[in-house]
């Protein structure tokens, strides 16, 4: 089981999540509690960058739909960097591509 990094910076006024290693049900807890103290701190738009996720689960997907549900209630939205095709290919079968924007690299996910 490996352990789920957070790293929070700001780029253009917009937090950033670098994630690094897995998001699962071990980990999910970690990444709810921090999209949601970014969304009710004013800061309902939220790029996630996934580069660095090597494992995802029902939990993780969960969680950040939870994220999403909540951010939309402030006129947020969350989007997604997900270069990674084994994790890409999870958003796809569960069908969350439709409702995640979902992007190759940091620059995409801001200019989109």
């Known amino acids: 089981m490996a352990d789920l990094k957070i790293d929070t910076r700001m780029v253009d006024g917009k937090p950033v999540l670098d994630l690094t290693g897995e998001v699962d049900s071990y980990n999910s807890p970690k990444l709810r509690e921090t999209m949601v103290a970014l969304i009710d701190e004013g800061s309902p738009d939220i790029v996630i960058n996934m580069t660095g996720v090597d494992y995802i689960d029902s939990t993780g ?21 997900c270069p990674n095709e084994q994790i890409y290919k999870v958003f796809n079968i569960t069908g969350l591509v439709k409702v995640f924007p979902i992007f190759d690299n940091e620059q995409a996910a801001f200019a989109g």
């Open 61 to 81: 997907l969960g969680t950040l739909v939870g994220g999403l549900k909540r951010a939309s209630e402030k006129s947020g939205t969350i989007r997604i960097i």
